[in-house]
């Protein structure tokens, strides 16, 4: 590496080994996490390759390439896992008319309040 008054001197035509570890290849084994599509958009691919990035947040797959010229582009996948139960399955929703009747109520209790305080 070339040093100039002291200071290692960086060069595209000289690379350095820290340079952009996110450019090797990664392993065969093993997905690649990002977190979210802000990760997966930061992360750098080589030109003329593709990669899966495998969101840590959410069910989602993001197939990010690089054609020859290095210009990045990035398909979102959506997964879901088929013959299982649902994730949420303890959710319980409210009918309108309850969510009516609970308006009425609160709108009760503030006339109320408003009439206590005059």
Known sequence: M???YGYPMYSPY?????????????AANGPIW????AGAKSYLVAPGTTVALWDSEAQVIYLKSADASGM???KVLDYTIRG??????????????????????????????KGADE
Do not use: C, H, W
């Not at 350095?16 to 450019?23: E, G, H, L, V």
């Not at 299982?84 to 209790?109: H, S, T």
């Open 2 to 4: 070339a040093y100039n």
């Open 14 to 26: 000289f690379p350095t080994q820290d340079a952009s570890p996110q450019m090797r290849t990664p």
């Open 34 to 37: 990002v977190q979210g599509e």
């Open 72 to 74: 990045p582009q990035m």
């Open 84 to 113: 299982g139960q649902p994730l949420n399955q303890n959710l319980e929703y409210a009918k309108r008319e309850d969510l009516e009747r609970l308006a009425q109520r609160v709108a009760e209790i503030q006339k109320s309040l």
